[in-house]
Structure formats: structure tokens, C-alpha cells
Nanobody, 117 residues
Framework: QVQLVESGGGLVQPGGSLRLSCAAS????????MGWYRQAPGKQRELVAT???????KYADSVKGRFTISRDNAKNSVYLQMNSLKPEDTAVYYC???????????WGQGTQVTVSS
């Protein structure tokens, strides 16, 4: 089993920045990809960004150029730097991990990000 704990959410004004962190523990030795998903009220959960163990990244079109995902394998952590935040970025952000492939069996509890003036 893998446990994921997110931190760093909060309230920020439009145009502001936040940095989310996610720390993994447990059976982490075979983790391949880690990523961030988000779910806004009344909407389905959607992919934000992912990073593989080799450093390959993938982003949703809506966040390209504004968000940056990074990973510190020594700390078993993944980060999401969010800049130029917009009200439509408001959502609960979830950290996820897998052992490879397209399914994500491990999820954190989520952290709320609210972008509002």
C-alpha cells in the first residue's frame, strides 16, 4: 500500500501563485508515475499534470504554461507549482500514484484550492 498526503492548498487571488506538495510513504519502491488531478464542484475529476519516474511530464491544456509539476525521488514527493491562477482553477486537488500503466490506484485525501478576489 501507498499513502499520499497533500499540503499547500488555500485561498489566493486571481493571478496569484500556490505550491502544492505531496509526500508518499509505504510501499514506494515500485512507484512509477505520480500526478495531480482536480475536481471542481459539479464536475468530474480531471487530470492536471503527471510525471514519470524518469521525469517525463504531461499537462492538461488548460494549465500548460502556468503550472509546473516536479518530483523529488529522494524525498518521495511530488510538487505542483501553480502560477497565474484563475477562478476556474478552483477545485479540490488530489495527488495520485501508480506502478505504471493508465490506472491510478493510490490517492491522497485532497487539498482545497480556491481562487477568488
Amino acid at each position: 500500500q501507498v499513502q499520499l498526503v497533500e499540503s499547500g492548498g488555500g485561498l489566493v487571488q486571481p493571478g496569484g501563485s500556490l505550491r502544492l506538495s505531496c509526500a508518499a510513504s509505504g510501499f514506494i519502491f515500485s512507484i512509477d508515475s505520480m500526478g495531480w488531478y482536480r475536481q471542481a464542484p459539479g464536475k468530474q475529476r480531471e487530470l492536471v499534470a503527471t510525471v514519470t519516474s524518469g521525469g517525463g511530464t504531461k499537462y492538461a491544456d488548460s494549465v500548460k504554461g502556468r503550472f509546473t509539476i516536479s518530483r523529488d525521488n529522494a524525498k518521495n514527493s511530488v510538487y505542483l507549482q501553480m502560477n497565474s491562477l484563475k477562478p476556474e482553477d478552483t477545485a479540490v486537488y488530489y495527488c495520485a500514484a501508480n506502478y505504471g500503466g493508465s490506472t491510478w490506484p493510490y490517492w491522497g485525501q485532497g487539498t482545497q484550492v480556491t481562487v477568488s478576489s
